[in-house]
């Protein structure tokens, strides 16, 4: 009988290895043999006894870097299966490719959760739940919604996604059945893919102006650190609302202040610059702004998705089939 191979897991709080893979703990056995308990750091010696041994890993958020010199110390790893949106977050990928591992991820199931989040505040947006809500409690009494809420519903909506990632092209796919207008802004994407997607695309500047709700889906880099700022804050129509569930760093706080603090527009931010911003920071208190604290990805019950696309594709590992996350390094054959 063949050896099952052996795994390690590595990710911080080790908690979370229970969350993603509690209802899936039995198959990944039946797969690998895991070692040990769940890693936080690979410097002790208990650590480097493990990883010396391992032909898989399985990493998550909190997970030390896998850097060449990490690597070094792992001869026998031939897979790494990171429970998120790419391994790179944690993985040296080009010495990686050198070395003729492969990696994989369980992006699909975190780009689901964030989408139907998306798409949920996307709704409840353009029906000005927030502001229902807040006359209602301040009253207390019966809300006339013809005359009180007459700016709200989404029927004829113009929704503007700021990139077709692969969260932003689950978004655009979730709207479709809706009665909204779907533009889309992504240099990177051609105007038939993303009509394939039931949307148009056009320019940034074009998609602010025209659009009621923004939502921003692209990722953190330098060409994109603080895209919207204040000559494009100042583009949005009066009472546009823009939810940001990428990264804090695609807006540029200061030049959004001044048009949420009158009132002009409406944010949604489960992600911030920083984050979380500092207690006594304005934007906590604002009746138009809502912060959550990054929930958009997988939580909860959502972790066992991604808790069982990591044992699928540790199934295929094993059965020797290819992955289906299998990603690929830019310029690295």
Not at 72 to 78: S, T, V
Not at 149 to 171: C, E, K, M, P, Q
């Amino acid at each position: 009988m063949t050896p099952r191979p052996r795994a390690v897991i590595a990710m911080n709080p080790p908690a979370l290895a229970d969350n993603l893979f509690g209802p899936h703990r039995a198959r990944l056995a039946s797969l690998v043999d895991v070692q040990g308990d769940v890693l936080t750091e690979f410097d002790s010696d208990h650590a480097r006894t493990l990883l010396a041994d391992a032909e898989i890993l399985l990493a998550g958020w909190g997970c030390p870097q896998v850097d060449a010199a990490v690597l070094e110390r792992m001869p026998r790893l031939a897979a790494v299966v990171f429970a998120g949106g790419a391994a790179g977050a944690v993985l040296d990928t080009v010495e990686a490719v050198r070395r003729g591992i492969v990696f994989t991820n369980a992006g699909e199931g975190n780009a689901q959760a964030v989408a139907e989040y998306t798409v949920a505040t996307i709704v409840l947006a353009g029906k000005r739940a927030r502001y229902a809500e807040q006359i209602y409690r301040r009253g207390r009494a019966f809300v006339d919604r013809e005359a009180e809420l007459v700016d709200t519903g989404n029927f004829g909506r113009t929704v503007g996604l700021v990139g077709a990632s692969r969260i932003g092209r689950r978004v655009a796919q979730l709207l479709i059945p809706t009665d909204v207008r779907v533009l889309v802004y992504d240099p990177y994407v051609s105007a038939e893919e993303v009509h394939e997607l039931g949307a148009q695309k056009v320019a940034l500047d074009e998609l602010l102006a025209a659009s009621d709700i923004v939502s921003l889906h692209a990722p953190a880099s330098a060409e994109t650190d603080h895209m919207i700022g204040r000559r494009e804050f100042a583009l949005m129509r009066d009472g546009a609302v823009i939810i940001n569930t990428a990264r804090g760093s695609l807006i540029d706080h200061e030049a959004m202040r001044p048009h949420v603090r009158d009132g002009r527009i409406d944010a949604i931010l489960d992600v911030t610059e920083p984050e979380p911003l500092p207690a006594d920071d304005e934007l906590w208190s604002l009746p138009n702004v809502t912060l959550t604290p990054h929930i958009a990805g997988a939580t909860g019950n959502e972790l066992h998705r991604l808790g069982r696309d990591v044992v699928d594709e540790v199934g295929r590992y094993v059965a020797g089939e290819a992955f289906i996350g299998f990603e690929r390094v830019p310029g690295v054959v």
